[in-house]
Nanobody, 130 residues
């Protein structure tokens, strides 16, 4: 079965960095995308960054563009989210999820609202103090 496991969250000060990791298992196919999503208390879930394994395309939300970088390590079956220059407003539970199928190539259209991301891992808490 397809499974995802997010890790790497923690408590940091504003301006510091964290690297989140998403371990993938059961991915015996190529047509998928991995997305990072976050949800803060009282706020809607938002797509932060997504990566398509089909065409290599990426998506970044405007709030994190230039600060966060998504990357894929196929050998280790891991997807990472490098988060630099963290801000207090980045505080949230971060989730990784997978979109499996031909829709995985449309990360720009589907990532913001997580459309098609049907497989989710448990979240990891990121807290950024001011």
């Amino acid at each position: 079965d397809v499974q995802l496991q997010a890790s790497g969250g923690g408590l940091v000060q504003a301006g510091e960095s964290l690297r989140l990791s998403c371990a993938l298992s059961g991915f015996t196919f190529d047509d998928y995308a991995i997305g990072w999503f976050r949800q803060a208390p009282g706020k809607e879930r938002e797509g932060i960054s997504c990566f398509s394994n089909m065409d290599g395309s990426t998506y970044y939300a405007g709030s994190v563009k230039g600060r966060f970088t998504i990357s894929s390590d196929n050998a280790k079956k891991m997807v990472h989210l490098q988060m630099n220059s963290l801000k207090p407003e980045d505080t949230a539970v971060y989730y990784c999820a997978a979109d499996i199928g031909w829709g995985s190539q449309n990360v720009g259209d589907l990532c913001p609202a997580g459309l098609g991301y049907d497989y989710w891992g448990q979240g990891t808490q990121v807290t950024v103090s001011s």
